[in-house]
């Protein structure tokens, strides 16, 4: 199915002859607009304790409601990675992040109000300030601190932080 299936009319000009003209876009056989359906830019936090232990959040909204996840979310018009993922991390933890380093990147298909959104998770390593203010903020319904050696992967409901991680795991038992 195409991305942009469910988009049967020109965003430009209203024109219903808007048809698949790549794998990824659509174009107005009117007007001439092509609209592209590329990944939108995300963002994941690994941020430990002075414990060493990662902090997980319970996913309260869906997709994938009610199972794991790592702080972060979608990225906003006009920032920085590195704003996003602070901002992201802030919105659902109360914590304010003091230092990022980026780790790596995986492809996600994030489903959304009955699309599937293709997305781009960028996943980073965070320093916080202090963990004192911890709390489930935003779509996050719970917030934990786990022993990497007692995270089970398969709990993360989204594909790509699954995998992401399954990759952290991997490292850290290098």
């Known amino acids: 199915m195409h991305p942009l299936h469910k988009f049967l009319y020109c965003p430009c000009c209203g024109s219903d002859q808007f048809y698949v003209a790549t794998v990824k876009s659509k ?3 009117n007007c001439g607009f092509e609209r592209f359906m590329n990944p ?3 963002f ?3 941020i430990r304790d002075s414990q060493g232990r990662i902090l997980v959040v319970r996913r309260g909204e869906e997709p994938a409601k009610g199972t794991l996840d790592l702080p972060g979310g979608f ?3 006009g920032e920085t990675a590195e704003e996003g993922i602070a901002r992201e991390v802030m919105e659902e933890t109360n914590l304010t992040v003091t230092s990022t380093r980026y780790l790596f990147s995986l492809p996600n298909t994030y489903h959304y109000s009955g699309i599937d959104i293709p997305t781009l998770d960028m996943f980073f390593e965070c320093s916080v300030e202090d963990t004192d203010p911890l709390k489930a903020m935003d779509d996050a319904a719970e917030c934990m ?3 990497p050696a007692d ?3 398969e709990e993360f409901g989204l594909n790509s932080i699954r995998k992401g ?3 952290m795991l991997q490292e850290e038992r290098l």
Request: hydrophobic content about 60%; proline content about 0%; overall charge neutral.
């Open 27 to 29: 174009k107005c056989g």
């Open 40 to 42: 939108s830019s995300a």
């Open 44 to 46: 994941v936090a690994f």
């Open 75 to 77: 990225a906003d018009i």
């Open 145 to 147: 601190w786990i022993a």
């Open 151 to 153: 995270i089970v992967a």
């Open 165 to 167: 991680v399954e990759k």
